[in-house]
């Protein structure tokens, strides 16, 4: 099993920067990491959960959506089983509960599909005051 728990979210003001942190856990992730791909993603109220950017848990491969790719950094930290998303020049469209997600294979042509990916996190709000 995959167990994935995020934190870092909170109040901010548009400009401003915060660092999610999603902490990897279990016996099946710690079995097989190296093959996993991890991502973030957000849904916002009313709107669809939204792809933001993925890794390989090597963190040799990144991938970013179109939107984000100039203000978020995704990274690993192999030692401590966590994968971090560092957000820079958040807005108040960038409001959100942003999810980590676990995907047992990094594939390129699925890496932005959220139904490709069999672990979740309980997701961490993140809220931009304008």
């Known amino acids: 099993q995959v167990q994935l728990v995020e934190s870092g979210g909170g109040l901010v003001r548009a400009g401003g920067s915060l660092r999610l942190s999603c902490a990897a856990s279990?016996?099946?992730?710690?079995?097989?990491?190296?093959?996993?791909?991890m991502g973030w993603f957000r849904q916002a109220p009313g709107k669809d959960r939204e792809f933001l950017a993925a890794?390989?848990?090597?963190?040799?491969?990144?991938f970013y959506a179109e939107p984000v790719k100039d203000r978020f950094t995704i990274s690993t930290d192999n030692a401590k089983n966590t994968v971090y998303l560092q957000m820079n020049s958040l807005e108040p469209e960038d409001t959100a509960v942003y999810y980590c997600?676990?995907?047992?294979?990094?594939?390129?042509?699925?890496?932005?599909?959220?139904?490709?990916?069999?672990?979740w996190g309980q997701g961490t709000q993140v809220t931009v005051s304008s």
């Open positions: 890794i390989s848990w090597t963190g040799g491969d990144t």
């Open positions: 279990g016996r099946t992730f710690i079995s097989y990491a190296s093959s996993y791909a």
């Open positions: 997600a676990a995907q047992p294979e990094m594939t390129i042509a699925t890496i932005a599909l959220d139904y490709k990916y069999d672990y």
